[in-house]
């Protein structure tokens, strides 16, 4: 008579029950995934089992739900892939747990100080998805002015202004037909006035010439002829769409507009293409340049494809990076290491790293964590089937003990 079918049967459910009562401990954990013991029965050339025993804990990868939490530094992964974090000691490791703080250095860590790893960024800002993976590193310093190379005017000209045979002026209102305004930047960031005067020499003809005034206090005034907007008969640009319709190398010399020429000197693409001649009242649809005084970091944030954005005083936004997501060809072999994390093994396979949305790898959501994928109904009626089990292999030990207690006693 064996006890050891039953034995095995207790030790099996103990460690079923293990595996429940960990998944409901971690059901608000973040990034947790649940996990689930299977089962073997055991024979060893006998007829009659010899009993059960723990043949794997798989684990259960499948989606947790996506929950908002307005917290700009909480990222969950909606689809495959892991986070992936470089750890104090220097090992890397894996996570579903996007919940990210930033040190008083700049670093992206998680709450055990394991730092979110991606693809850098240029000092202009760009990224390149694909190349070597590193932490992340937020700086601190100002964005540097930038000086504007390229403006673009759009704007009606009324075409029943009359022709004007007087010579340009930019003090005298009677040499030009209509004015406007925009805003540049020179090498050090302070805003120049860009004044524009159009004035009409001939039929669907117009001049086109700039002053740049002021800037700094002894900021100087500099007038240019910027060249000449020709336009179709039914009032379109005649130049639209091509080269003609830019203005090149508008060049402002740095000691025409600043004493002791302290700035560099302004060269200015100005394009005008999408303007018209209606006969309506002479206006400006839309006035865009890439000029920019400089900024001292306001904010960090974190966009869905996974690039981390500086934002600065002056509205200027710069990526500093980009987070990368790992896919495995079987998850499942993961080893779970604690504090959220997971390292690969060789029934893992290799890790593959991309940026979000590539592969197998899901997209990234912002503002958001994602649950743990424990359910509680299931994790409860197991509890109950394991209990119901570990009785009854208990129950079988009482029988085979009264049964040897009869031997016994005859």
Known sequence: MSFSQALSGLNAQQQKLGAVGNNIANSQTVGFKSSNVQFADVYAESRIGLGVRTAAV??????????????NMDLAISGEGFFRFQQPNGEVGYSRNGQLTMTAD?????????QIMGYGADAEGNVQAGGNVQPLNVPAGDLAANATTELAVSL???????????AFDANNANTYNYSTNATVFDSQGNARNLSLYFTKTGENQWAVNGRMSGGPADGNTYDVGLGTLSFNQNGTLATDGSDDAVFDDVTFPAGEFGDGNPFEALNIAMSFEGSTQFANDS?????TQDGYTSGSLVGVTIENDGTVMRNYSNEQSLAAGQIALVSFRNPEGLKPEGDNLWTATGASGQELVGAAGTGLRGM?????VETSNVDMARELVDMIVAQRAYQANSQTISTQDELLQTIINL
């Open 58 to 71: 798989q684990q259960n990868f499948g989606q947790g739900n996506v929950e908002s939490t307005n917290r």
């Open 106 to 114: 700049g670093r992206l860590v998680n709450a055990q100080g394991a």
């Open 156 to 166: 009606n000209l009324d075409s029943g202004q009359p022709v004007i045979g007087a």
């Open 283 to 287: 206006t400006v649809n839309d006035t």
């Open 364 to 368: 990234i959501e912002a503002s958001a």
